[in-house]
């Protein structure tokens, strides 16, 4: 275990300087920030629209993160050789990929993760007459400290210390923000929905990783690109084939076979609960475990087969 | 002397795109002993790197066998005593020198934060150990590499081109450790194009072309007595050609002539030639080869068309 979390540790090092997933994170954080001055719409429109915009943002960033980040993955090793002294040592293959699997979904639990945070103290802030100063200035203040201090502590066990509190007491000023101005369930819903997504880009990153052991990084980017697209939006397309009796029957079996093969990413998609509070999820904790559930078991699959091909492939 | 690489017949193929099988390492038998700089030669795509890969279980042969350590090749108990530093290795450039040698320990399970200063001292980078790698000269990245190598105290170490692209300075120092190394028992294989800098320090090595051996051994006896010279007072050019063999270059001051020539075995009876045509020998001393000279000789020997028609 000891070299997986090292390999996972140094993937997440390396993935959070790479300059152009920081630039797509950056757009993407910047847009939640922007969006609600776009405020031509009427209240009630306003914040329906505007919850649907920044998750459909957070989603579509993650999705382009998790894309990017694991089709360069390997090549890039093999690339620049680093994969020779790590396999020259006594690592198995699989601890080698699993490493980077779960560094690769460890850089994108911090991103999305910061998105969910922007976009949970935007939400904050423009709770109109509601909007307690004293919170949003401590927050601001400790988001500032944090982020200069991070990687200016020589000694780093005490940096990650302090970065651990300040990141609490970041959390900690966001709960009192949600407190006062009476959205602590929006709140919690923002924070399920971040999570759900969460789920949804590590099974992207997998089917990522398990192409990126035979596809070359464009082939990979598109084959992935594709997946997640006919996993997310053909899926009723899909359930309308299957159930439509005029349809031939070979049409049937292969719209079948496609669904059963494909991750339906559409599952993960809880955003509407949010969107419009009065839908209400039956059995909710059962639903997002269910979820989570059949995330880790496609993730699985995926990696196993992706551990199996990787184990024969001559790098 | 116990072997700790061994290959038999040991062939890589690949194929082409037009589906053609190439042999790009062909029934390799290659015997390194334990102890030794061994030196494996050869031109671009010769297979050298193809024949480490396989000794490392990164490929797999497609006929023969390797054992590298005693173990089959891939085999992840000899990689605990074995280190491989690749051509112009490239380190994650976020990590300081220090936490490189970190992560690196970690593979092996290793929690020693003096043994990583220490390697790191040992290859001059003491005060250097906490700046990024990315602000490292090619040199420095190579002494990190090699401070590496040496954390599971290998028995056994594969450097790939290890002086490439350094400069003189850094290239004695790669050197002076690489003898080090050998004086403290541990086995070193090495793949270069640098070979004055094989010649230096190699006990023994291997020339291979389009994935063949085509010269093996000590490197003292591939080197000497290949050809000779002779020196012979009161003999004409002219006689001393009819004497020496074709190849032959004959030169002459005052009433000395000498013979250098390839040495075919044939030293005594030319001297009783010489002796009975009236003359005296001055001297006969067998002269050592530069590697280059055995490196471009022995490549050029397989390249010719004849021996290419002979072995097609």
Not at chain 1, 175 to 180: A, E, R, S
Not at chain 1, 274 to 286: H, L, M, Y
Not at chain 2, 68 to 92: F, Q, S
Not at chain 2, 196 to 223: P, T, W
Request: glycine share 8%; net charge neutral; charged share 20%.
């Amino acid at each position: 275990m000891n070299i997986i979390l090292s390999i996972a540790k140094t993937t997440i090092g390396e993935a959070v300087r790479r300059r152009i997933l920081l630039v797509i994170l950056l757009i993407g954080t910047l847009f939640l920030v922007v969006a609600p001055s776009l405020n031509m719409l009427t209240a009630r429109q306003e914040t329906t629209v505007l919850k649907g915009l920044t998750l459909g943002v957070i989603q579509i960033t993650s999705a382009v993160i998790a894309l990017v980040l694991t089709v360069y993955m390997l090549p890039n090793e093999v690339e620049r050789r680093t994969i020779y002294t790590i396999l020259s040592k006594p690592v198995q293959r699989w601890q080698f990929l699993l490493g980077k699997y779960l560094g690769a979904i460890g850089a994108l639990g911090l991103m999305i993760g910061l998105m969910t945070f922007t976009l949970l103290f935007v939400y904050a802030a423009m709770q109109g007459d509601k909007k307690p100063p004293l919170p949003i200035s401590l927050f601001i203040a400790d988001l500032i400290a944090l982020v200069a201090m991070t990687g200016r502590l020589k000694d780093k066990a005490m940096g990650q210390v302090v970065i651990g509190i300040m990141a609490a007491g970041l959390m900690g000023i966001l709960i009192w923000l949600g407190v006062q101005s009476d959205q602590l369930d929006t709140f919690s819903e923002f924070a399920r929905t971040g999570a759900m997504f969460y789920v949804q880009m590590c099974l992207l990153a997998a089917v990522g990783v398990f192409f990126s052991t035979f596809a070359s990084p464009v082939v990979n980017f598109f084959l992935s690109g594709g997946v997640y697209m006919v996993g997310s939006l053909f899926n009723t397309l899909f359930d309308s084939v299957s159930k439509n009796a005029d349809m031939p029957t070979f049409a049937k079996y292969a719209v079948k076979t496609i669904q059963s093969i494909v991750p339906n990413f559409q599952n993960f998609n809880v955003q509407n609960s949010v969107v419009n509070p009065t839908q209400i999820i039956r059995g909710e904790a059962f639903h997002y475990i269910n979820l989570a559930g059949y995330g880790i078991a496609y993730i699985s699959i995926l990696l196993i087969i992706a551990i199996l091909i990787f184990d024969k492939k001559e790098v | 002397m116990s072997l700790v690489i061994e290959t038999n017949n040991l062939t890589k193929t690949y194929k082409s795109k037009g589906g053609r099988p190439i042999d790009v390492v062909k029934d390799l038998d290659l015997r390194v002993e334990r102890g030794e700089i061994y030196g494996f030669l050869g031109p671009n795509g010769a297979g050298k790197t193809t024949t480490i890969k396989i000794l490392l279980g990164i490929i797999h042969a497609t006929h023969g066998e390797a054992k590298v350590l005693d173990k089959y090749a891939g085999d992840i108990e000899a990689h605990k005593k074995l280190a491989y530093l690749p051509e112009r290795p490239y380190y994650y450039e976020h990590m300081t020198g220090l936490e490189i040698m970190h992560f690196y320990a970690s593979l092996f399970r290793i929690r020693d934060d003096k043994l990583c200063k220490d390697l790191l001292e040992r290859v001059n980078l003491q005060n250097d150990m906490n700046r990024p790698i990315g602000e490292y000269s090619k040199g420095m990245q190579q002494r990190v590499g090699l401070a590496q190598s040496l954390l599971n105290d290998p028995e056994l170490l594969f450097l790939d081109e290890p002086t490439g692209g350094l400069d003189p300075l850094a290239h004695k120092e790669v050197r002076d450790l690489i003898l080090q190394f050998r004086d403290e028992g541990r086995t070193v294989f090495i793949s270069s194009h640098e070979l004055s800098e094989v010649e230096r320090i190699c006990n023994r090595v291997a020339i291979i072309n389009k994935g063949r051996v085509i010269k093996q051994g000590n490197l003292v006896e591939l080197l000497t007595g290949a050809r000779v010279e002779m020196v012979f007072r009161g003999l004409s050019p002219d006689k001393a050609k009819e004497f020496a063999s074709g190849d032959a270059v004959i030169s002459s001051s005052g009433d000395t002539v000498t013979v250098d020539m390839a040495d075919t075995g044939e030293t005594n009876g030319i001297v009783d030639a010489v002796r009975s045509a009236g003359a005296s020998v001055v001297s006969i001393v067998p002269r050592r080869m530069r590697l280059e000279d055995l490196f471009v000789e022995s490549v050029r020997e397989v390249n010719s068309p004849a021996t290419a028609e002979v072995t097609a």
